[in-house]
């Protein structure tokens, strides 16, 4: 069973891959990918499957129109993350370690060759538009810190009171 950190690793990693497919990047993170399941009794044809894997995808994603196009994003990382959570399963702790370095590197690729949106913790990152809209005097967010509500007394009064 692996830990919470190798799974939040192989869901990001999962995400890197769509998010790297149809970059310049992709061509060498494919590589990369590759090369992490060709690990093994066969290397050559467990990379040679990766790889065939990662194409289908790549075209899978550029196919999705508009519409599609979020959810197939969805489903491509989740796929992949089970992919990764298998291959980090399969191993010794000495080759989950090594592996967790490797993953750790191709989600920096991704979110380099895809503008570099990233979230810290308990954050959500978008890489694209978000419409947050409220209704009836209400506040929406998807976090928020401190927030008042209503107006704030200008400056000049706030410095008076002092």
């Known amino acids: 069973m692996l830990d919470q950190a190798l799974l939040a690793l192989a869901s990001a990693a999962g995400v890197a891959v ?4 149809g970059t310049d990047a992709w061509r060498g993170f494919r590589e990369q ?3 992490l399941f060709g690990r093994g009794p066969a290397p050559d044809a467990a990379q040679a499957v990766a790889v065939e894997r990662l194409d289908r995808t790549a075209v899978e994603l550029e196919r999705a129109d508009a519409r599609e196009a ?6 491509v990382a989740a796929s992949w993350q089970t992919r990764f959570q298998d291959l980090l399963e399969d191993l010794d702790d000495a080759g989950r370690q ?7 590197d191709l ?3 991704a979110d380099r060759a895809s503008g570099g ?3 810290g913790d308990e954050g959500i990152a978008i890489g694209g538009d978000a419409h947050i809209r409220a209704e009836n005097q209400a506040a929406a967010a998807v976090k928020m810190g401190d927030v008042i ?3 704030p007394p200008p400056p000049e ?4 009171r002092s």
Request: charged residues 25%; aromatic residues 4%; without cysteine.
């Open 70 to 75: 979020e959810r197939v994003r969805e489903q």
């Open 157 to 160: 009064r706030e410095q008076r």
């Open 18 to 21: 769509a998010q790297a497919a």
């Open 33 to 35: 990918v590759a090369g």
């Open 107 to 109: 989600v920096a690729l």
């Open 117 to 119: 949106v990233s979230a």
């Open 98 to 104: 090594q592996v967790a370095v490797e993953l750790r």
């Open 149 to 151: 509500f209503g107006n």
